[in-house]
């Protein structure tokens, strides 16, 4: 059964053309799949189908241990947007209701290269010359 | 009027506003005192739309007639409110001078509603009040603030205060009572509401004395019951509550390793004779009274190691010992005290620290999920993490969500391991070994309280006297707890010489020569039940039907493994039949709602 | 995106409810800065910038 309504298809397949270059959407999910990480695992199957360069790649927390740390993820399921390089942008739990939507906007920007953000925003975070580590906590609707 | 004084103090912290109300005799032959006038005035005023940690919320502070009379534990006192823990009506007797110090400025409650906009402590003297600056007591232990208070008010002024959690609003914050003994009023998160108030404390003081109908007949009647008091609670002077580990353990209904088992193996070592052999430093008496149950003990190693502190009651030697397989006795002074100083409700910090303890036994939540861990049989861990609790550090943070909603948030099987009704944690008194606290826990008012239904362990817990006397018995004690909370007398004094365990001669005369009154044990009984319909009213216009009239998971489907009391658990079908006799006695639907004939019978229509 | 030092998780708060505990989440959005500092709500972009600049304390 289709998470993705099919008017919503219709509309995503055409809003994701504007995309550029590839994107790769990977996915750490657990052998013995918990209810979130399968609904997670199927929701991005729908979304990766959506365009030709859009990937999906699924990992195992535990198999892939190793390269869970080296991307600093903790916590399960993990759904993580990469381009040519790793931005560091990563949903934990279940991308639903106002996640999913700024899961198809981080892949739109990832697609273009291009965070989509005012100039005066890029002055003052181009200041930052340290790490920084965002959690912004959401509940799905 | 003779016994009440019939006036009762309004505050609205919000406006800064505070005026009188006055009741006649006729209200107070409904309501008696104390407890009465608590329910009647939540339930007239706080609507089931209030959050109790809202400014609308109202918490009421009581006395009663015999409130500092010549009957002993009369200086005691009663708070209600609606409970941040429970989300339903919640009542709390304490011990102490408080009560005594209230009535004696001629108000038989003080009314509490609203918010102020930064932190104050209530000043009530005879016939007048005044909201004062706290801010330099916020922050405080209940101890520093309590004795600050009354030294600065004056002689005879005793003041309530809470602590650090409830003005962290910690859902099981408490609020201390002064008194040479001191009193908590624990259950409930009654801390919280305070806290949530900015009404860091009361100081009472005054000099307004209760006028008794007839002193001689009282003085009579009370040199005729005097030797039965001595004989039934005579012992209490010598250990307080403490000897009760060892006697309930005795009968296998300690509970033990979060209730898995009910026999503690260590049960001595934080018993009754332990403490009167190494640690009794002295008595402790609330005013006047000839049991002087309170005790005081010399702390050996740890945290308050040289200093002489409260004794933890039988409660607390439950919740932080054998629950924890603690038996490390002065880790339960320690923590007992830092309970007492940050304002913290014993029963429901140690259930709650059992809890986590068999959910990370059991894997099915991690240290690196709650910021830490909790042990078994690790009392100086257990100290630190209560000190964490109470300032909502770390671990701390999860651990003040209370057991009920850590189970929530663990979810998976942890309801299994859960010993609470209603969000309120179970107290020392088995539910599944002592017949009668099956259906307590299940109907008590205010959630997992031994309080309303009392156990009984000569006629309760052997031989096995089965479920069928209970329901009579739980709604004649419901009667005895109400009315007891309403005149105000101490429970173990009523006991001695007024109960045992239901309404009798002797609580009918002593209140008949207090107030001059001429009513009989029926009517008396009569008020009882009509506050306890009112309590439940509360509650149902809250959403509690019989299907919140329920016991934990364990106590229905897991017997007592071994020990005296071994195999007893209580089958669904027992307290569907116990719930069905007990609402026909109460004149309740079979869905546990008062019916109307019963209102009106009771004049709450 | 905008710089490399920066690295953004969204949370769902049901899934991990001791993480909300943990960080004393009580209304969302909030995020957390270098699992130390929050800000409440939703800002406009710039505002948003400049909160997470001024909350390590640049």
Redesign the interface.
Known sequence: MALIKEKDREKLIGIMKIIEEDVKIVMFTQENECQ?CQATRGLLEEVAALSEKVSLEMRDFEADAEMAKNL?VD?I?ATLILGEKD?????????AGY?FN?LIQDIL??GKR??G??E???E?????????????????T | MYGNSGTILKVNLSTGEMNEEHFDREFYLQYLGGNGLIARFIYDNVPPSVAPLEPENVIVFAVGPLTDTPVWGTSRGHVGTISPQTGLFCDSNYGGDFGMALKRTGYDAVYITGRSPKPVYLSVKEGEAELKDADIYWGKTTEETIDALEASTGKGAVASAIGPAGEKEIVFANIICGGKRRGAAGRGGMGAVLGSKNLKAIVAGGSRKTRIADTEGLKNILRELLPDLKKSKGAMTKTGTTALVDMVNSKGMLGTHNNTRETFDYAKDISGDTFLKTYKDKNTACHGCVIACGQKVNVTEGEYAGQSVKMPEYETLYAMGSMLDNHDINTIFNGNHICDLMGIDTISMGVTLAFVAECMERGIVREDEIEGRVDFDDGEGMVELIKKTALKEGIGKHLALGSSRLANLIGKDSYKYLCAVQGLECAGHSARGLRGMALAYSTSTRGGSHHDARPNYPEHSHPDPGFEAIPEYVTESQYFTALGDSLIVCRFIAEGMMGPSAVGESMVKILNCVTGWNIGIDELKKIGERIYNLERLINVKRGLSRKDDVLPYRVMNEPIPDGPAKGRYVPKEELDKMLDRYYELRGWSAEGIPTEGKLEELGLK | MANDNISADMVSGSEFPFLVVKYNVSGVPHTVVNEEHGIAGALPEKDFAEEIVKAIGA
Not at chain 1, 130 to 136: A, G
């Open positions: 979130q600093g916590k399921p931005y560091g942008i990563r949903f934990y739990g279940v991308p996640e700024v920007d990832v291009s965070p953000l005012d005066k925003t890029k003052v975070l181009a200041t930052i010359q340290k790490p920084v580590h965002l959690q912004v906590f959401i509940s799905p």
